[in-house]
């Protein structure tokens, strides 16, 4: 966790945090998402996590893939803004978030696939057979994903 986030809830306790999250959804050659199960809570959702103070949107979401999947990923795009009811979140610690998520999408990655602490199992998952799991507050983008939507979408 970052050390904004550490300081905050020192201030804070479990109140309320107003967050950044960055992600990408990353599509492989056969036209397949890359999803990650995560330790907190065994849900699937794509990689990414809280943007750093002083990091571009960019940056953040290159960063947190890398840490997550070990994959390089270039030439994004903005997928979308998601913003609303479902950006609350608390978390099994209590720690509760109103978390903005800016999402971004590419086809353009290099590495091996390499799961963190973060993750129990990564995989890629075609538009019809999504696993049933999904992070309810990730759901959104997935879906919109999944339902072939056009680029940026701001909800």
Known sequence: ???????????????TLLTVGCGAIIEDAEG????????DGGKWGIPGGLMEIGETFE????????EETN??????????????????????????????QIIF?????????NRNQ???????FSREELPQQINPHQAPF?????????LPIIK
């Open 59 to 66: 940056e953040s979401a290159i960063r947190e893939v890398f």
């Open 118 to 124: 973060e993750s129990i199992e990564l995989d890629f």
């Open 32 to 39: 397949r998402i890359l999803l990650q199960r995560r330790a």
């Open 71 to 100: 994959f390089s990923i270039n030439q994004l795009q903005l997928f979308g803004l998601y913003s609303g009811k479902n950006a609350f979140a608390t978390y099994p610690n209590g720690d509760q978030v109103f978390s903005l």
């Open 142 to 150: 997935i879906l919109d994903w999944a339902g072939n939507a056009k």
């Open 105 to 113: 999408f590419t086809r353009n990655f290099n590495g091996i696939l």
């Open 1 to 15: 966790m970052n050390d904004y986030v550490n300081t905050m809830r020192r201030l804070i306790g479990n109140k």
